[in-house]
């Protein structure tokens, strides 16, 4: 990639930047069992999303990111019927130590990407967004943030893609989007005309992909052989 400002490299945040493609619901959901929940994934599924739907919006600008997975956390646990904080802490804690050891692990990556590339992330998030990057040391590298919880719109809606692009003043055919999720990621941002590559864990469930020939990875460190 030719030192520029005027390519850009989008990311998804939960389950991109924070994991190898793995979302946040699979994470949690697998943290649960670690704990001894023995649930269903059919009944565990529709109350982790209402959840975390449910928070959408109602988490100040400046709540930090250990206090908003410890409020998901608490959420699901309540949902399923469970009352024990000194495990949903326990979950909250590893579910954090995990995230930021990951975003740790990226920052050099992201930091190499920004001097040949624009950077932002594009996310469905709660409302505070730019907080949790301060959180984890990473905000400074990315020219535009949107959080799905400000813009009034999410992935895999064509705007809230538009709305990076013309806070950097680009257009699609000048950017290309990392994310987890085929549905909301790959498939929101074909919609647009973006360039895209698809991040699936060795570990996550079987997923269809979005667009045939999608291009794939399995780890970030893997993603500027494709951008080169």
Known sequence: MDANSSTAVLFDFG???DADGLAWKERVYRLFRDEGVAVERERFDP?????DDALVGTIPPTTSF???VARLVVAVA??????????????????????LGHLGDNTPLLRRLARHARLGIVSN?????ARV??????????SVLVDSAHVGCAK??????????????????????VGDSPSRDMAGARAVGMRHIWLVS????????????????HSLKDLEALLQ
């Open 156 to 177: 895999p809606e064509p705007r809230i893609f538009l709305h990076a692009l013309d806070a950097l003043g680009l257009g699609p055919a000048d950017a290309t989007f």
């Open 125 to 129: 998030f709660y409302g505070n967004l």
């Open 78 to 99: 309540e949902a399923l019927g469970l009352d024990d904080r000194r495990m949903t802490a326990r979950i909250a804690r590893r579910f954090v130590d995990d995230a």
């Open 47 to 51: 109350r982790f999303h209402a959840a």
């Open 15 to 17: 389950g991109t930047l």
């Open 133 to 142: 990057c301060d959180d984890a040391g990473i905000r400074p590298l990315f």
């Open 66 to 68: 250990d206090a908003t």
């Open 202 to 217: 060795a570990t996550a469930p079987a997923q269809d992909p979005c667009c045939r020939g999608d291009r794939v990875i």
